[in-house]
């Protein structure tokens, strides 16, 4: 039996994380950890079909509380038990709460990630440590420019430089200490129970109301940001892959196939939900300080490997787009959730 700590295990990707591992590794245990702030909720948890379909599901898991602002100290560390794996998504990742308040961030993405690095260091075996970093250590990405995983930082934001140091930290802890680990890079991450701020939940809920949505483009309004989304659920399969194929010290890029422009994705969202978008075109750099027009990873490293997604992009929009049709209380917002419900009927009567 394998034992995995997995840190913001009721955050938005840490809870996708925790299903995959439930679902392909049935000889697998997973222990939470969170300090369940605003971000996180375990009602994720509660939420997923496998929870509730029985007891064996949820006998894998276990849950502790804590604040890694904080060292993990012996009673934790007691409660927690002998550890294989350490999967270290939790963070602080708002951009704009970073301009506000650096330091806060620095706690939550330095601090937080040196106190688990050590207590990872204390153990009698050393489990493999995994760092979950993002795309937006690089900075923006110019047209025609994907970053590969060992590029140069030009960090854009608080947020992006505290996590470019959760990085190095890890990868000192590797030179140092021996510890072995490896770090991963991913970009704009969407899918089912994701906190309603985000763009796709927010059209999604726009597109219902009828309301405008904002799409930040470049100075002249001609060109809208882009991204490589990618869906939780397939960030979810390329960490198992990676879990058996890794080596220690390295880097490894987790991108979606294609580059989608956020105007197309959010026509796209409006299509399947069949109703109108109103958009209004934005110029980012004086409506969004601290943020990049575009981003972009390189993803050959990982396909190289012979990683390849199970669902495409496409497919995977799709689905999470009808999921929050059928979920609409995760818009939280109780317009959106009665005009869901007629659209769902809609859709019900046009297959009779």
Avoid at 87 to 100: K, M, N, P
Avoid at 265 to 273: E, T
Avoid at 299 to 309: A, P, S, V
Wanted: charged share 25%; hydrophobic share 40%; proline share 5%.
């Amino acid at each position: 039996m394998k034992r995995v700590l997995l840190t913001g295990i009721d955050g938005f990707i840490g809870h996708h994380v925790a299903e995959g591992i439930l679902k392909d590794k049935p000889d697998w245990e997973v222990v939470g950890l969170s300090r369940i702030d605003g971000a996180s909720s375990l009602q994720r948890l509660f939420d997923m079909e496998e929870w509730r379909s029985g007891r064996a599901f949820w006998q894998r898991v276990s849950f502790h509380y804590h604040n890694l602002r904080a060292p993990v100290n012996e009673y934790l560390a007691r409660q927690i038990g002998p550890i294989d794996v350490i999967l270290h998504l939790a963070a602080g990742t708002h951009v704009d709460r970073s301009i506000e308040n650096p330091m806060e961030f620095v706690q939550d993405n330095v601090v937080a990630t040196c106190n688990l690095l050590d207590y990872a260091r204390s153990l009698p075996v050393m489990p493999l440590f995994v760092y979950f970093s993002t795309d937006e250590v690089f900075g923006p990405a110019p047209v025609g420019t994907a970053y590969k995983e060992w590029d140069r930082y030009h960090a854009g934001n608080p947020y992006s430089a505290t996590k470019a140091g959760g990085e190095e930290l890890a990868l000192a802890y590797e030179n140092t200490y021996k510890l072995p680990l490896f770090i991963t890079h991913t970009m704009n991450v969407f899918g089912e129970r994701q906190h309603p701020e985000k763009f796709i939940p927010k059209v999604i809920k726009s597109v219902l109301k009828g309301e405008t949505v904002t799409i930040h483009a470049n100075a002249d309004k001609s060109k809208a940001g882009s991204r490589f989304y990618i869906h939780a659920r397939n960030v979810a399969e390329a960490l198992l892959f990676l879990l058996d194929r890794y080596q220690s010290g390295d880097k490894y890029n987790i991108v979606g196939e294609k580059e989608v422009d956020n105007l197309t994705l959010a026509q796209f969202i409006a299509s399947v939900i069949g109703k109108p978008l109103r958009y209004d075109m934005v110029d980012f750099h004086s409506s969004r300080p601290g943020h990049d027009l575009r981003y972009a990873l390189d993803g050959t490293k990982l396909r190289e490997m012979g990683f390849d997604y199970p669902k495409s992009f496409e497919q995977s929009l799709e689905k999470t787009i009808l999921w929050y049709l059928e979920h609409p209380e995760w818009l939280l917002d109780s317009d959106a959730e009665e005009i869901a419900k007629e659209v769902r009927a809609g859709f019900e009567r046009s297959r009779v």
